[in-house]
């Protein structure tokens, strides 16, 4: 209680300074002012409840340049912490204000406003559209074709947080005439900037196939395919981000992106670096691979599988780890080569033990075990499937004597190496409930061999032969 009135006391100090004769006084109350609301949302709730936005607005609009950047500030500082504190801006008025001060002559100032609008448009798209409908876009995109680099990096940011929240408010964005101009500026040497016009091209594609096909026609391939190599790690992940949100609309756009030697370009990328930074490469090679058998075997080819299994080996994080098993599923789903190359890297088991692990969180079980299935159920390279028979739990069993029981009836050498590797006598052991699925694949794996040998490698049939041996009456002369 005595510190929210030690608070209020500030605020009720600090809000007459704004209205000092002394045009300093006022600028260091709004900043200090500013860095309070930016601590936490209690301070900013408390400038809100103290009724200094209208002070703020009012006088944004009639002061110098640099009261104008203080005010923005607080603006910002108190808009970013909730939807409701920022909506407490759009609410006495802000936002008009604000878009005047994108026209300022001073770059400061536009920067200042730039920063608040961009930090009430994040939270969700009903602020977007009040920014939208306060005129902030066109202008906005004028401040990006500004000469100053930190101009350009927040007004880019703030047209990314405008278009990541629908298609409506993405093609506000595009018809503005934004993706031109943030196409020229991929190969700026800012790193800073880069990452946030990546990022909004990737807040653009993501929505739809129109929106995608737009982003690729401003001629970004095969230009984005060097961010890729870039020494900031965090250009590299919203390269990948951005190719992989073009990518996972439709077949042609995938096919147009491995064309460009956009997936050999992030299998690269994913061994260049590690955890989060992996994470939209990773997911990328899984939405490529998903289309179609082609698109995955270029995937493959691209020697995609030996990277997506060194990721589900060696990255700690469980996050990563599903999203690798999930992107191995899709490559191996859909022909015989296609799980034969994902199984002779060995990624069958560390999927097995991944799903069948209690540390493992639910997401990496689940898609562990979606993986595992999708590879089987085409899987025939028996060598890769042979330990399942004796590791595998029942749900899994199934489908692996199942593929067993397709592949033994058409391969006279594979009958012959079931049995000598003991998987005969393994299947025998297995106790399946009559007439279920898993008796019927048994029963077509039986069937590939003369009855005396399934006898001779069925569970007690020693015992018959010496019970035999003890009831024998040996012939006498």
Request: proline share 5%; with cysteine; aromatic share 6%.
């Amino acid at each position: 209680m005595d510190r929210q009135f030690y608070v209020f006391s500030v605020m009720a100090l600090l809000r007459p300074l704004l209205l000092d004769v002394v045009p300093t006084i006022q600028q260091t109350a709004a900043l200090a002012l500013g860095r309070l609301a930016n601590y936490n949302d209690d301070l900013a709730e408390a400038v809100v409840k103290g009724d200094i936005l209208p002070q703020l607005v009012y006088s944004l609009a009639e002061q110098n340049r640099f009261y104008k950047k203080a005010a923005a500030f607080v603006l910002r500082a108190v808009g970013k912490h909730s939807p409701q504190l920022a909506q407490a801006i759009v609410d006495c008025g802000a936002l008009d204000t604000l878009v005047i001060c994108l026209e300022d002559f001073d770059p400061g100032v536009k920067e200042a406003a730039a920063w608040a609008l961009g930090y009430i448009a994040r939270h969700n798209a009903e602020l977007s559209q009040a920014v939208v409908d306060a005129g902030a876009v066109p202008l906005l995109v004028l401040c990006i074709q500004e000469p100053e680099i930190a101009l350009k990096r927040i007004a880019v940011s703030a047209l990314s947080d405008i278009a990541k929240h629908s298609p409506e408010l993405a093609q506000t964005v595009v018809d503005a005439g934004v993706i031109a101009h943030l196409a020229q500026m991929i190969l700026n040497p800012d790193a800073k900037l880069k990452r946030q016009v990546l990022s909004a091209l990737s807040q653009i594609a993501k929505h739809s196939v129109d929106l995608a096909e737009m982003v690729v026609e401003a001629e970004i391939f095969p230009v984005v395919l060097t961010c890729l190599k870039d020494k900031d790690e965090y250009v590299k992940k919203n390269a990948s981000t951005l190719i992989r949100e073009i990518a996972k609309h439709t077949p042609e756009l995938s096919q147009l992106i491995v064309n460009a030697g956009g997936v050999a370009a992030v299998i690269d990328c994913i061994g260049s670096c590690k955890g989060n930074i992996r994470l939209p490469g990773i997911m990328l090679l899984g939405y490529v691979a998903a289309h179609s058998e082609n698109l995955a075997m270029a995937v493959i080819i691209s020697k995609g599988v030996p990277q997506l299994s060194l990721c589900l080996s060696e990255e700690p994080e469980d996050h990563i780890k599903a999203a690798a098993a999930w992107a191995l599923g899709h490559i191996g789903r859909h022909t015989p080569e296609h799980a034969r190359a994902v199984a002779v890297t060995n990624t069958l088991p560390v999927l097995l033990s991944l799903y069948m692990s209690t540390e493992s969180s639910e997401d990496l079980q689940v898609k562990s075990k979606k993986a595992i299935k999708n590879i089987l159920q085409k899987c025939t390279y028996l060598p890769a499937l042979e330990p399942f028979l004796y590791d595998a739990p029942p749900n899994i069993l199934k489908h692996v004597v199942g593929q067993f029981s397709k592949v033994l009836p058409h391969d006279s050498k594979a009958r012959r190496l079931f049995v000598t590797s003991g998987g005969l006598k393994k299947v025998q052991e297995i106790k399946a409930e009559p007439g279920s699925l898993l008796q019927e694949y048994i029963n077509s794996i039986n069937n590939c061999y003369p009855e005396e040998i399934v006898r001779y490698y069925s569970p007690g049939y020693s015992e018959t032969l010496l019970q035999r041996v003890d009831s024998y009456q040996p012939l006498t002369n």
